[in-house]
C-alpha cells in the first residue's frame, strides 16, 4: 500500500508566522494533493501537482503555497499564517499512469494558529 | 468545473439496518467515482471505486455502490450495518483529464447498537 507521511502531524503557530507543512511519498505517484478539512466543508483542494516543479492550483488557494522539489516531496507553504486557517490538512498522493485509481492519504497535520 | 454533492450530513441507522448514502456529482465527460471513510483521527481509506463498465461496484466490507449517468448519482449501500461502521463517509470525483480530485462535504454515519 502507498505510504503518505505528513509532519509534522500537529503544529501550532502564530498569527503573521510562516508555516510549513510537508509531505512525503514512498510510491513513486505522480500526482499529490494538499486538501484541509473543517467541519461543514468536508474536503478541500487547496494545491495539487503533476510531477517535480509542478503546482497547480486547487478550489481554494488563497493564502496557500506549494512547492514540489521532487517526486516525492510536496509542501504547503503558508506565508503569512492566520486563524482562519486553522484546520486539519491532508497530504495525499496518486497515479497518473492507470486511469482508474484512487489517492492515498497521510494521516493528517492539525495545524492551530494563534 | 466538477462536483460532489452528498446532501446528508448526519444518518442514523440501527444496527442491522441497511444503509443508503447519497452522492449526486457534476461533471461533462465520464467520471472516475470513489467513496471514502474516515475514522476518528485517520486519514481517509477507499471503499470502493468505479471507472467503467458494471454500474454496480462491490468494496470492502460489504459495501457497494451503483453509478447512474442518468441521474449523476453514486449511492453508496450496505445490506446489515455494523457498529464499527460508524464514520464519515466521503464521495469523491476525479477529472479523467486533469486528475484532479474533489470530495464531497461528507456523510456522518452512526449506528445505534
Given at each position: 500500500e502507498a505510504a503518505v507521511t505528513q509532519s509534522p502531524r500537529n503544529k501550532v503557530a502564530v498569527t503573521g508566522g510562516k508555516v510549513t507543512l510537508s509531505c512525503n511519498q514512498?510510491?513513486?505517484?505522480n500526482n499529490m494533493y494538499w486538501y484541509r478539512q473543517d467541519t461543514g466543508h468536508g474536503l478541500r483542494l487547496i494545491h495539487y501537482s503533476y510531477g517535480a516543479g509542478s503546482t497547480e492550483k486547487g478550489d481554494i488557494p488563497d493564502g496557500y503555497k506549494a512547492s514540489?522539489?521532487?517526486?516525492?516531496n510536496f509542501s504547503l507553504i503558508l506565508e503569512l499564517a492566520t486563524p482562519s486557517q486553522t484546520s486539519v490538512y491532508f497530504c495525499a498522493s496518486g497515479d497518473?499512469?492507470?486511469?482508474n485509481t484512487e489517492v492515498f492519504f497521510g494521516k493528517g497535520t492539525r495545524l492551530t494558529v494563534v | 468545473a466538477q462536483s460532489v454533492t452528498q446532501p446528508d450530513a448526519r444518518v442514523t441507522v440501527s444496527e442491522g439496518a441497511s444503509l443508503q448514502l447519497r452522492c449526486k456529482y457534476s461533471y461533462s465527460a465520464t467520471p472516475y467515482l470513489f467513496w471514502y471513510v474516515q475514522y476518528p483521527r485517520q486519514g481517509l481509506q477507499l471503499l470502493l471505486k468505479y471507472y467503467s463498465g458494471d454500474p454496480v461496484v462491490q468494496g470492502v466490507n460489504s459495501f457497494e455502490a451503483e453509478f447512474s449517468k442518468s441521474n449523476s448519482s453514486f449511492h453508496l449501500q450496505k445490506a446489515s450495518v455494523h457498529w464499527s461502521d460508524s464514520a464519515v463517509y466521503f464521495c469523491a470525483l476525479r477529472s479523467s483529464n486533469t486528475n484532479k480530485v474533489v470530495f464531497g462535504t461528507g456523510t456522518r454515519l452512526q449506528v445505534l447498537p
Open positions: 514512498t510510491n513513486n505517484h514540489r522539489p521532487s517526486q516525492e497518473a499512469r492507470g486511469a | -
